[in-house]
């Protein structure tokens, strides 16, 4: 695709179930990243991933959270037995090699009730 | 902690004028500098990237940037309504080499007709 696609855009779930977001990079962008925004506050950096690998994971908030990468491409963030302060927008981003411009993706909104 | 400093805002400008959006970040180590703009509701996009210290011009937006004072600028002219949104600043983390992004936490533009 063109951008940075992300599913589902809205994710509504109750408090102590696990969800799964998806992001689909820019095709032949390697570098993927994860931010959270909450409501009236700044991108949280969150994990990225070079390829497959995750060298940088410093920001997944807790070890309820885990993400992977597979074949380069599309990412999957999840987030198990979530509470209500994970509500949030969470964004993916992407960029290409040798460079550390990022496109973002629409973004998934998380309301955990 | 490092941190990215923008002013909140509201910045009201009228139409036509020259809208000057300002950033400070404490990061000595950071050689990258991004501006995105978030509409309310949507995800950022990439308006304008800098590294080399001086003016960076692209159509209505130019940036400034002064690594000794650790300042960024963005320089909207001939504001537009259609430019309301909110203004991210971002930075390198300078002692990561992944390309992961500090945000400030946004200034509201509001252009008047």
């Known amino acids: 695709g063109a951008g940075v696609s992300q599913s589902p855009s809205n994710k509504v779930t109750e408090k102590g179930k696990d969800v799964e977001l998806r992001c689909d990079p820019i095709?032949?962008?390697?570098?993927l990243y994860w931010y959270r925004q909450s409501l009236g506050q700044g991108l949280e950096f969150l994990i990225y991933f070079q390829g497959n690998s995750a060298p940088d994971k410093s920001g997944l908030p807790s070890d309820r959270f885990s993400a992977e990468r597979t074949g380069g491409s599309v990412s999957t963030l999840t987030i198990q037995r979530t509470q209500q302060e994970d509500s949030a927008v969470y964004l993916c981003?992407?960029?290409?090699?040798?460079?550390?411009?990022?496109?973002f993706g629409p973004g998934t909104r998380l309301t955990v009730l | 902690q490092k941190e990215v400093e923008q002013n909140s805002g509201p910045l009201s400008v009228p139409e036509g004028a020259i809208a000057s959006l300002n950033c400070t970040y404490s990061d000595r180590g950071s050689q990258s500098f991004f501006w995105y703009r978030q509409y309310s509701g949507k995800s950022p996009e990439l308006i304008m990237f800098i590294y080399s210290n001086g003016d960076k011009e692209d159509g209505r937006f130019t940036a400034q940037l002064n690594k000794a004072s650790q300042y960024v600028s963005l320089l909207i002219r001939d504001s537009q309504p259609s430019d309301s949104a909110t203004y991210l600043c971002a930075v390198n983390d300078g002692s990561s080499n992944t390309g992961k992004l500090i945000f400030g936490q946004g200034t509201t533009l509001q252009v008047k007709p």
């Open positions: 981003a992407s960029s290409s090699t040798g460079t550390d411009t990022q496109y």
């Open positions: 095709s032949g962008h390697t570098a």
